[in-house]
């Protein structure tokens, strides 16, 4: 299959783009992560430990996400709020900043990553970098990818929707990780908390 048509059949118009490097950048970006969220989701099953609470909330995180997602392509396609250039640019740089970003959280948390809310016989709290500073940066560095997608296919709104969108979702799915680190940690936690970030450094 020919680049251009690759991108036409993964993301339906190369006109969105302002030249067909870009277009082909993107998608390459785009399937990388689809592909590297895929791979996390299956490390991630199967994990078990004390107290698997919230089961559903992973698949919650990810039908919203999803739908998100496909929300912005249909954005983009009715043309709302178009924004070209560097706006473009800087969404297509924020895509693989995010996806490092969190590829590097999921690879410190090693054996205690898990799709599930699971604490784990003798597990302890993970306090180095990135963790030293913010305690979600796995959800941190997909909030920027969320973000760049739309912003990279040349839609402001697209991106508002989904940063809406992303946001609420993870902050579900870390209300329900929160309760359970508490459980397990106690004010080792809550003193944790007092000297971090949620997600990204200032947020």
């Known amino acids: 299959m020919q680049a251009d048509a690759l991108v036409a059949f993964v993301i339906g118009s190369p006109s969105w ?11 390459i970006l785009y ?16 994990k078990s430990g004390q107290g698997q609470e ?19 392509f249909v954005i983009r396609e ?15 740089a924020l895509m693989p900043a995010g996806v490092v970003f969190r590829e590097w959280s999921i ?40 973000v760049g997608v739309p912003l990279a296919l040349g839609t402001w709104a697209g991106a508002i929707v989904i940063a809406v969108t992303a946001l609420a979702t ?15 940690f106690g004010d080792e936690y809550r003193e944790y908390c007092r000297r971090t970030w949620k997600f990204l450094p200032g947020f």
């Not at 490097?21 to 993107?26: G, K, L, P, S, V």
């Open 17 to 27: 783009f302002p030249w067909l490097e870009f277009a082909q950048a993107f998608t």
């Open 31 to 46: 399937l990388a992560w689809a592909v590297l969220e895929v791979l996390n989701s299956i490390i991630g099953r199967g």
């Open 54 to 72: 919230g089961r559903g909330s992973y698949a919650v995180v990810l039908l919203g996400l999803v739908l998100s997602i496909s929300l912005a």
């Open 78 to 92: 009715l043309n709302v709020g178009v924004a070209t250039g560097g706006a473009q640019l800087l969404g297509l």
């Open 107 to 146: 690879a410190e948390l090693g054996a205690s990553f898990s799709t599930r809310v699971v604490i784990k016989d003798g597990q302890r709290l993970i306090t180095k970098a990135p963790y030293c500073r913010i305690r979600h940066p796995a959800y941190g560095g997909a909030l920027l990818t969320f």
């Open 170 to 184: 993870f902050l579900y799915r870390v209300n329900v990780e929160e309760k359970a680190l508490l459980a397990k």
